[in-house]
């Protein structure tokens, strides 16, 4: 049952709302409301500002606001009286989120959560912020004091706000009308540049710090599938590459080895946090997100086919272990878990020396601190959050006095979860998986991404409507976008090299998607009660949409006999899973037709299995007749 916003401008009515975000805020004195055609007419009618607050359930100073201003009764006071305030959840809405940044950049420079716009009553943006406390504090304007300036300046120059249009160029579709299969053996593989995108990213590798570029330390999702699976390709390429190949290498285990071995990691419950604050890894926003488990999975599984390495196996399993002990619920894996308890950020994470020395048997103790920095401070506020030094890491008795310290640790307080059932996340979840249980071979992972599809199929998309998210067997309001319907095909694409009865399902999903299609232009969003949103290229921390589509929509023509027209190249660093599918156009993915089902950790990373009568195997041009592993051509 799809859920429908309440209005009622003299109340707070968000404890109607399906979202954990939104909910949190169903105690605030300020009257709330979720964002509907209502409230906005309503603005409309009566001339009221729209206050439009974007946030989400794992934000730091979302909370504190939320307990700060929001919980002030003068500043509800007088946002009940003279605005229409609304609450987004930028996970249940990212139209509106996306909107709302663009302008916050386009006008500030910079962005952040909470996203605070205002709005003309003819939902035109006209001055955007984030966080602020209630009182002017230090030279820093207070919220009380904004929201009267704003009011002053509506009542004085609301004829001089213009409209705001993101200047955002959709991505473009490609058709796939490059003849069939049959012609592989006639067709060159189109050239390809390895050396430029890798050199420019050796240039801005900071290699003491693994990451590219100062500030804090994302994971580069995106950026390491690409060098994964160019780097497999490379290695069936002609050794003239082996320079290009060399540098991939280093840029790729230094970012893996650092992300397993410091702050970003989660060494006793598998799994990653969302980022780290410092340069060094040391130190995480301690907020786990299922996308970056999802694309992390993928990652460490594929790296360790790629490179033979058991500890990178060891982490993709153990964020295997994390999705389903942490995330899993009701056949579908949560949102988030938030990064405070009780609070206080990463409690539930920290601890003192003595602690775990007290936890632990002697000869534990002495593996455990020779495999983990332990300073006797800590290294965050007094207390420790566990970093490996690169000792006896993997060893029996490291890995007993992990196991006993995270039974420990599951005991305390937990961290809150965020349960909302996102579409476009679970289908990365069930990539990951599916792509985990080949690469390890693990079939059980391959299942569990059936489930997933399996689940999705069947709540979340009916009568051609692929719906954004559900919780408690609720589905949002807001119908589906293009990236849970870009990221559900490409997982069934995916899926049905294994299971071809997703091959109907993933068609009919793909001739729903077209509809976020304008002539060669994709959108991200064509919501009934908001205005359309131009699709956006930028791939991090998560593939974006169009990415997503142009994959799923080369891969389907592969798996259906169609030969892919060569797609452009994108910006290394900024759009490197759109250069993955590039590959995939340019003939550099194995495409190997099979009687059989594919399954093992046997042939290349980058393949493509087709159902076929006899066996066949075609890369860069060539095709060859029998199994891949005996006819691997190196050009």
Known sequence: MAHTPVFDPTRNTLSNAISPYLQ???????????????????????????????????????????????????????????????????????????????????????????????????????????????????????????????????????????????????????????????????????????????????????????????????????????????????????????????????????????????????????????????????????????????????AYAAAARLYGRDDYARTAHGIATCLNRDFHEDGLYISALDADTDHEEGATYL?????????????????????????????????????????????????????????????????????????????LAGIGLAYAGRYLDTPAYVEQAVSIADAIARRHYQGGELAHASIGGATSAAAGFLDDYASFALLLTVLEETHPRFTPLRRDVLADMSGFAEGSAWYASRQADFRPVPAETYDQPIPSSVSMADFALARAATLDGVLCDEGATGSPLAEDFRNLSALLRAGLWHIIETPDTPGGATGPLAAVYVRAPEQRHCFAGQCRTGPPSETLPVV
């Open 24 to 298: 949190s805020h169903a105690d605030n004195p300020v009257h709330w409301q979720e964002w509907s055609p209502e409230a906005c007419a309503y603005a409309r009618e009566h001339n009221r500002i729209l206050f439009v607050s974007v946030g989400y359930s794992t934000c730091h100073w979302c909370h504190v606001m939320a307990s700060e201003a929001f919980s002030d009764a003068s500043v509800a006071a007088f946002l009940n009286e003279h605005f229409v305030s609304i609450k987004v959840d930028r996970e249940e809405r990212p139209d509106i989120d996306s909107y709302m940044m663009n302008f916050m950049l386009a006008t500030r420079g910079q962005g952040g959560w909470p996203l605070n716009v205002f709005l003309s009553s003819a939902q035109r943006p006209f001055f955007a912020m984030t966080y602020a406390p209630v009182d002017d504090r230090a030279g820093m304007p207070g919220f009380q004091s904004i929201l009267a300036r704003v009011l002053g300046f509506y009542r004085d120059k609301e004829s001089e706000i213009g409209s705001f249009d993101p200047r955002a160029t959709p991505g473009t579709l490609l058709p796939n009308t490059g003849g069939t299969l049959t012609d592989l053996a006639d067709r060159t593989a189109a050239p390809f540049d390895f050396d430029t995108p890798i050199r420019a990213m050796s240039s801005r590798f900071d290699a003491a710090h693994a990451g590219f570029g100062p500030g804090p330390r994302f994971p580069p999702h995106a950026t390491l599938l690409w060098l994964l699976y160019s780097r497999d390709i490379l290695a069936h390429l002609d050794s003239s590459a082996q320079e290009t190949a060399e540098a991939a290498d280093a840029m790729t285990q230094r970012i893996l080895d650092v992300m397993q071995q410091r702050g970003l990691h989660d060494h006793l419950g598998g799994g990653f946090f969302r980022y780290c604050v410092d340069e060094a890894w040391t130190i995480p926003h301690f907020e786990k997100m299922l996308y970056d488990q999802a694309m992390l999975l993928w």
């Open 351 to 427: 601890w003192t020396r003595d602690e775990i020395q007290e936890a632990l048997q002697d000869d534990e103790w002495h593996a455990f601190s020779r495999a983990y920095e332990l300073p006797a401070d800590g290294n965050f506020e007094g207390r420790i959050h566990l970093l490996r030094s690169g000792g006896e890491d993997g060893t029996p008795g490291v890995r007993e006095a992990e196991r006993r310290l995270h039974e420990i640790r599951s005991r305390r307080v937990q961290p809150a979860a965020d349960r909302k059932h996102i579409t476009h996340w679970n289908a």
